[in-house]
């Protein structure tokens, strides 16, 4: 390189220094020892699995395609699942409006306008039954996002599938069900924190137990990032949300290879290419150990780092809204590299509107031709032993530990997540990015820089057809008219003396559940048994 | 508005939506112009809003909702307002709020629609211009 030249100094977006050359001597200087593994990587499918979980990833099997949909009623919800079934997805991600994430039924007084708005209304089991109909759930993985009432949720998908004749034991599937993160950024939590981590707890030793092979809790370092985070911070503290519900379950007297091994993670993918590849290259091999050092797990499959990697809504833009299709294609390439095992898209309409089906099929396209045209799966981890790539995979897992270590020598997550302190921190981030947004020291195509003057178009809007919100409330009516009153006001009973006590709950949700109680009535139970959340109110 | 006083804003979340960053970045962004800022917190009814206003004494409500409730939400506080005889606080909004609605939510009473993509400076100098600061 020619001295001569003065380079301008540069950092991720982590806060880590890259230089404008990297060679073998920088990733030796930054090499993390671990005890059998002489390169510090490894081979893929085996610990620490830096590569990735599997010996041969997509060459054995490419990525679940899973686009994140729901609208409207039931019946809306299930024709838009069959659509993105027949354009090629391999998974479905389910989106429920406001009132069910937050424990209403869809005739509450706090419901009003809000019915099927921003994701499928559920009131009761029969609308599980019907988003659900004619759908092979034995083959295309459903994913529930939902965490205040993700309990509730996660017991009607079971009794769908145990009505349906599938065997529970070999259902697979997963639910968001982390309101740890929910606290930080999204606030769709319902309980206190104590209460609220008692709950996932539940559903994590109910499913190890009757539902091997279901992962009742995919933890979000994702919202953390759309809420100001930088991509260290949202995995360091998606890992400490992630210890906090093992810990709690450890209590309950679970052997950790009992459980681990079904914990799943959902994190982010807008930022920089490098960067982001690294984090999951990073994140693989940190969590890997923290299993096997910290919680002396035994079996590889619970040291695994399972991921859907996707999104990137912060990343995308409401100016000139087509240049998110090209984002979006970098997105699933940053995926790919990365090693997820599933990857799902946020539409170029996402910033405007609940996704066209148009929109939704770009989006399956842009992997679809991943897979097809690029040669995406055709070798495990390409970019290893990249000096750059090696280099800032060690830079990342080490920023990642410090993190880690703040969190623990302030008191913990849960502390600081009670405390709103988590909060305030990325909240201040977020502020501060804006500030370089405006100022233009980060800069973002069509929003800062290249802007056209016309930066609104024309995006066709999903319509909000008020008649849903009334059929809704009607069809809770007929199932609360046809149900078995008695019967209903029995399993409450039992849900209530579980929640008094100690036992694990999700015996008694699954008996309301069943017995077509609403969501409203089993969450009016819990919430009278455990208070409301206290929101620590700071900006 | 003149002397010491500071100009109050209350930020508000209406309704289910937990999506907050918005809302919290303007608020700093607004104590940093040198505003005085009080927050809601998240899911608060209309009534909830109206009397938070009334009780902090405020100069602007401003809310941010991202959910797409933005007129029934709006339409509600509109009835809160005047119940409380607050119609005269300047009324602003931020978040996804699609250009076709403006019109309906100035019609409301709303003074400054700032949509997904607005400026802090422009939210702060709209707001000093409204309360003549």
Known sequence: MNKQVKVDVRWNESGIEIKPLYTADDVAASRIDEPGISDGVGLPGEYPFTRGIHDLMYRKRPWTMRQYTGFGNAEDTNARFKYLIETGNTGLNVAFDLPTQCGLDSDDPMAAGEVGRVGMAIDTLKDMEIAF????????????????????????????????????????????NDILKEYVGRGTWIYPVDASVRLVADTMEYCAREAPLYSPVSVCGYHIRESGATPVEEMAYGFCIARAYFDEVLKRGLDIDEFAYRMSFNFNIFGQLFEQICKFRAGRRLWAKIVRHEYSAKNPKSMWLRMIAGGGGSGLTIEQPENNIVRGAYYALISALSGAQTVALCCYDEAYTIPSEKAQRISTRTMQILIEEMGLTDTVDPLAGSHYVETLTNQMEAEMVRVMEEVDAEGGILKLISEGKIQARVSKRAHEHQKRLEDGSFRKVGVNCFETGQEDHAVEMHPYKREDADKQVARLQAVKTERDNDAVTAALASLRQAAEGSDNMMPAIMGAVKAYASVGEINAVLTDVFGKYNEPVMF | MSGNKKIKVLIAKPGLDGHDVGGKVVARALVEAGFEVIYTGLRKSPEEIALAARDNDVDVIGLSILSGSHIPLCSALKSQLEKYQLTNKVWVIGGNIPKEDHASLLELGIEGVFNTGAKLDEIVAFIREKTGE
């Open chain 1, 133 to 176: 109909d004619g759908i092979d759930i034995e083959n295309v993985t459903v994913s529930l996002t939902i965490n205040g009432s993700a309990a509730i949720m996660i017991a009607m998908y079971l009794a769908v599938a145990e009505k349906r004749g599938f065997d529970l034991k070999n259902l697979r599937g997963t639910c968001q």
